[in-house]
């Protein structure tokens, strides 16, 4: 069974620092790892994936995320935090084998002026 | 190029009523993905829908029924609403085994 975690509920950040917002996943097999991000009452927005290669990944608006095999986690980063940045983000998995995608619980980053 | 849309963007019941909830893929894709996402927490996997079979299934009732339709929309219908039921509905669209893209979703509140 494939599962996420994020352990943090909360990220406050200040503006213009490096951000990261941490996932650990489980799967059997190869994962497929993805970022989105969710503002208030809309969907969800895609902003990278992991599938194989390089294990940075690059992706929407300066966000990237760091995929490490043997620590069996996918952090999400960015150099520099904006205010806009302000959001709920999720982590989801899939076994290459699964259609469907397993969610963490999310963390709501809070970036301050 | 218009993304994944969803329709109604709101919806009021109550218990014991039956709902159907809409959603149009973005343009190309042909897999249609449903997942309930109730408040606090991350998106649940509801079904997806692939050349309009039930390829894959969830950990939810049978209340729980869907369709898609030959132009790749889809339908998501739910029985015998329970007040557990009230959540935001998001459809995702894409093609098979590839990045899904989300909708807006559809809020229902269930009395």
């Known amino acids: 069974a494939q599962s996420v975690a994020q352990p943090e509920d909360q990220v406050n950040v200040a503006e213009g620092n490096p951000l990261t917002v941490k996932c650990t996943y489980s799967?059997?097999?190869?994962?497929?790892l993805f970022w989105y991000v969710q503002y208030p009452n809309r969907g969800l927005q895609f902003l990278l994936k992991?599938?194989?290669?390089?294990?940075l990944v690059k992706g929407s608006y300066g966000f990237e995320a760091e995929f490490n095999k043997s620590q069996t986690s996918f952090h999400l980063k960015k150099p520099s935090a904006l205010v806009s940045d302000s959001a709920l983000y999720f982590c989801?998995?899939?076994?290459?084998?699964?259609?469907?995608?397993?969610f963490g619980s999310g963390t709501q980053l809070t970036v301050l002026p | 190029d218009a993304g994944v849309t969803q329709s109604p963007t709101h919806l009021i019941k109550t218990r014991g009523q039956q709902v159907t909830l809409r959603c149009s893929p973005k343009?190309?894709?042909?897999?249609v993905s449903w997942y309930q996402q109730a408040l606090g927490q991350g998106p649940q996997f509801i079904f997806q829908?692939?050349?309009?079979?039930?390829?894959q299934r969830g950990n939810f009732p049978d209340r729980f029924s869907g369709h898609q339709f030959p132009n790749y929309s889809s339908e998501l219908n739910v029985n015998a609403l329970l007040l557990g039921d009230s959540a935001l509905y998001l459809c995702?669209?894409?093609?098979?085994?590839?990045?899904?893209?989300f909708g807006p979703g559809t809020r229902l509140l269930v009395l």
């Open positions: 995702a669209s894409s093609f098979p085994e590839e990045t899904q893209y």
């Open positions: 989801a998995v899939r076994e290459e084998a699964a259609r469907q995608l397993t």
């Open positions: 829908y692939y050349e309009e079979e039930e390829r």
């Open positions: 343009s190309g894709h042909d897999t």
């Open positions: 992991y599938i194989t290669g390089d294990n």
């Open positions: 799967v059997s097999g190869n994962p497929y």
